[in-house]
């Protein structure tokens, strides 16, 4: 079974600050992973995925994760936040060839000026 | 190119009603999924669909909720008998027929309100 597991519900950062967003997964085969972005009252767009090729990431707005099977984690990272990062991160877990998506709590992301 | 439309944005039902959320995946794309958001908690998947067939219906609750995909028109998950539980965002999501690293893009979500 697969299950997903996000540190922290929610992060404060100040503007300009590193973005470490935690996410570990457990998966019974090669998984691939996703995170995905929400802003308020919108649905959820796809920020990068991981599909078993390179195991750093990059996506969209300057973030970026690492896929690291020792520690079975995929943190979300980006060098400096910025005002418009401020929405709810979700990390999310496919087996290979299993549709079914599960998804973590989310962690919600501040943006301090 | 539209992305995956869903309908009503929001709904609002009294107890005992039906709600019926409409789902129309992006071009091209033959896989349907839904999922419900409550307050303060990730998406809990519900239901997986293909044209005419429901592939994955484990997360569905066994009373009260369908969920349909026809040949012709957009998706449609129902629930009958509405109670103030069922009060979330329901997110729907497509990918395309291509087996592989198919990646599922979601609407913009419908927000049910129960009274």
């Known amino acids: 079974a697969q299950s997903v597991t996000q540190l922290g519900s929610h992060v404060s950062v100040s503007e300009g600050a590193l973005v470490l967003l935690r996410c570990n997964y457990s998966?019974?085969?090669?998984?691939?992973l996703f995170w995905y972005v929400q802003y308020p009252n919108q649905g959820l767009q796809l920020l990068l995925k991981?599909?078993?090729?390179?195991?750093l990431v990059k996506g969209i707005n300057g973030f970026e994760a690492e896929f690291k099977k020792s520690e079975t984690s995929f943190h979300l990272t980006k060098p400096s936040a910025h005002m418009s990062d401020a929405a709810e991160y979700f990390c999310a877990v496919r087996e290979g060839g299993y549709q079914k998506v599960t998804f973590g709590i989310g962690t919600k992301l501040q943006v301090i000026p | 190119n539209a992305g995956v439309m869903q309908n009503p944005r929001h709904l609002v039902r009294r107890r005992g009603q039906e709600a019926r959320l409409r789902c129309s995946p992006m071009?091209?794309?033959?896989?349907v999924y839904w999922y419900r958001q409550l307050p303060e908690e990730g998406l809990k998947f519900m239901v997986y669909l293909q044209k005419e067939n429901i592939i994955d219906e484990s997360g569905m609750p066994k009373e009260r909720f369908s969920a349909e995909f026809p040949k012709e028109g957009p998706s449609i998950l129902r629930i009958q008998q509405v109670v103030r539980g069922d009060s979330a965002a329901y997110f729907c999501?497509?990918?395309?027929?291509?087996?592989?690293?198919?990646?599922?893009?979601f609407g913009p979500g419908t927000r049910l309100l129960v009274l």
């Open positions: 071009k091209g794309h033959s896989h």
């Open positions: 998966s019974s085969v090669p998984p691939y």
């Open positions: 999501a497509s990918s395309p027929e291509i087996s592989g690293q198919e990646t599922q893009y």
């Open positions: 991981y599909t078993s090729a390179a195991t």
